[in-house]
């Protein structure tokens, strides 16, 4: 980061997690907040870009592939909690999106995001599953 912050026109995009919220959750999730905070600090001599997904799944990807199994079931993960919800991206997306910030980064603290499917209690089946927006950026 200190390297690209003394090439003019330079853009950091740190690639963080919907873990980082709440970073007493895991060793993981505080990981992800403490990389954002590094980042943000070079945010004076460097603009700097936080993208924080949700699971990111594509091909080859083991640890998603029960949901999809369930899915094509007619299964749907329920999250605890009337008001929890569990949000996916696919991996070439995600892509996507951090070239697209490399190319036209958002201006300094503002909060933009794509769509990702989000599943939550109530929706029957993949069909129903609402799209929200999901990947706060920073």
Not at 2 to 23: E, K
Not at 85 to 105: D, G, K, M, N, T
């Amino acid at each position: 980061a200190d390297a690209l912050a003394a090439r003019p026109g330079r853009v950091l995009v740190q690639l963080s997690s919907l873990a980082a919220r709440l970073p007493a959750i895991s060793a993981y999730a505080a990981s992800k907040a403490l990389g954002e905070l590094a980042a943000l600090e070079r945010a004076e001599r460097l603009r700097v870009v936080v993208v924080r997904p949700p699971a990111v799944y594509g091909p080859g990807d083991r640890s998603t592939l029960p949901i999809f199994k369930g899915l094509n079931r007619g299964w749907l993960l329920h999250p605890a909690g009337s008001d929890a919800r569990f949000s996916l991206i696919y991996a070439s997306e995600l892509a996507q999106l951090i070239v697209a910030l490399l190319a036209r980064p958002p201006a300094s603290g503002r909060r933009g995001c794509r769509r990702a499917a989000s599943l939550a209690p109530g929706d029957r089946n993949s069909a129903t599953a609402r799209s929200r927006r999901c990947c706060p950026i920073m």
